[in-house]
């Protein structure tokens, strides 16, 4: 079994929550209060993952497949372990076509999207195929990247004073209702009930006792990251700009002019579009092997060709982007819980009730 060190951990859940989230304003339906929402949300998700932390701890060196066959039994937990690598598999597949639609809009809009599409699908494969430490390297090389050039983007629109948190006022204008609405079960589900992924992860973790720590810092580090994104991006373009544009925080960039020579930095966007899609495909597309492996017992990497295949192809089934965004904020996400929230549920009450009958003295 591949192993991974507790900092490599760290930087696989910061870069796979940011994925692509800053780019766009989450939470808009609540306008100006939207970094509300956010927050709201990422504590509703730190408590998601104490729950999947807790039912990992059951068995330490089982994944998310070899938890539902402990819980729900041989057969029934491996249907329910394939729905979810298939669920796995078709989020993998969101996030290749999320590629393709957004580097026409924002990068190359004469090639055409099947090109793209499989290009990156394709780096996604080869290193699939290469299994989790691999995987993990290529983060770790990524982060300073992504760090360095987020830092940038946050210096050059507080340079050119392009913030005006006057945006952000007032506050609850409407009151706590909309913020609620826009935060669950939306943006609970999409980034932070994400962390359900680790679940197929954790088990690769060298140092077990490390596991609980390093995921809730790294978590609580990304959220706070990500409500402050959030918040930039409503002080710079306002919470009616920001609800009408497919890329806010490019948008946003745009915007930059300084002294009359450094503009245009939407290289600098388009980079971070890359680097966060590509992380999360991957890892979608790895837990959707591994789970499979787990639930038929044929070796990962034989998956890896005919899982990628299959998202490929399943990716042009959407017509055109305005399906691909209905589908995704309002289908994906109101049947996204069941995996997130539902499942663990019952898993984590099952093991109650197992332990409870356990312990209890026999009459």
């Given at each position: 079994m591949q192993r991974i060190g507790k900092n490599q951990l760290s930087i696989l859940i910061i870069l796979f929550l940011i994925g692509s989230t800053p780019l766009f304003e989450l939470g808009i339906?609540?306008?100006?209060?939207?970094?509300?929402?956010?927050?709201?949300?990422?504590?509703?998700?730190?408590l998601l993952t104490a729950m999947y932390l807790r039912i990992q701890r059951r068995a330490p060196e089982a994944g998310l497949a070899e938890l539902y066959m402990m819980h729900f039994g041989k057969w029934l937990g491996g249907a329910v372990g394939l729905i979810h690598m298939l669920w796995f598999a078709y989020e993998s597949m969101r996030n290749v076509r999320d590629?393709?639609?957004?580097?026409?809009?924002?990068?190359?809009?004469?090639?055409?999207?099947?090109?793209?599409?499989?290009?990156?699908?394709?780096?996604?494969?080869?290193?699939?195929?290469?299994?989790?430490?691999?995987?993990?390297?290529?983060?770790?090389?990524?982060?300073?990247?992504?760090?360095?050039?987020?830092?940038?983007?946050?210096?050059?629109?507080?340079?050119?004073?392009?913030?005006?948190?006057?945006?952000?006022?007032?506050?609850?204008?409407?009151?706590?209702?909309?913020?609620?609405?826009?935060?669950?079960?939306?943006?609970?589900?999409?980034?932070?009930?994400?962390?359900?992924?680790?679940?197929?992860?954790?088990?690769?973790?060298?140092?077990?006792?490390?596991?609980?720590?390093?995921?809730?810092?790294?978590?609580?580090?990304?959220?706070?990251?990500?409500?402050?994104?959030?918040?930039?991006?409503?002080?710079?373009?306002?919470?009616?700009?920001?609800?009408?544009?497919?890329?806010?925080?490019?948008?946003?960039?745009?915007?930059?002019?300084?002294?009359?020579?450094?503009?245009?930095?939407?290289?600098?966007?388009?980079?971070?579009?890359?680097?966060?899609?590509?992380?999360?495909m991957t890892a979608l597309y790895m837990a959707s092997a591994l789970t499979l492996s787990a639930v038929t017992g044929i070796a990962y990497r034989n998956w890896v060709m005919p899982i990628g295949a299959a998202i490929y192809a399943s990716s042009f089934l959407e017509p055109n982007n305005t399906y691909h965004i209905w589908i995704g904020l309002d289908i994906t996400l109101k049947i996204v819980p069941l995996f997130q929230i539902v499942l663990p549920v019952l898993m984590l009450a099952v093991g109650l009730r197992k332990k409870y009958k356990a312990a209890r003295p026999a009459a």
């Open positions: 339906e609540a306008k100006q209060d939207a970094w509300i929402a956010m927050t709201l949300a990422a504590a509703a998700g730190l590629v393709g639609e957004l580097t026409m809009i924002a990068l190359l809009p004469l090639t055409p999207k099947w090109i793209v599409m499989l290009l990156i699908l394709a780096v996604a494969a080869y290193t699939v195929s290469k299994g989790l430490e691999v995987f993990v390297r290529v983060i770790q090389l990524l982060m300073p990247v992504a760090v360095l050039s987020y830092m940038v983007i946050v210096l050059l629109l507080l340079v050119a004073r392009l913030p005006d948190i006057s945006q952000l006022k007032p506050v609850l204008e409407n009151g706590l209702a909309p913020v609620l609405k826009a935060a669950f079960p939306d943006l609970l589900s999409f980034p932070f009930g994400q962390m359900v992924i680790m679940l197929v992860f954790w088990k690769h973790v060298a140092e077990k006792n490390t596991i609980g720590r390093a995921s809730y810092w790294s978590q609580a580090g990304v959220s706070l990251f990500l409500i402050l994104m959030n918040m930039l991006t409503l002080c710079v373009l306002g919470p009616e700009v920001s609800s009408l544009s497919a890329l806010p925080l490019l948008e946003a960039v745009q915007l930059i002019r300084l002294a009359n020579f450094l503009e245009r930095l939407d290289v600098i966007v388009t980079l971070l579009l890359f680097i966060g899609l590509y992380v999360k």
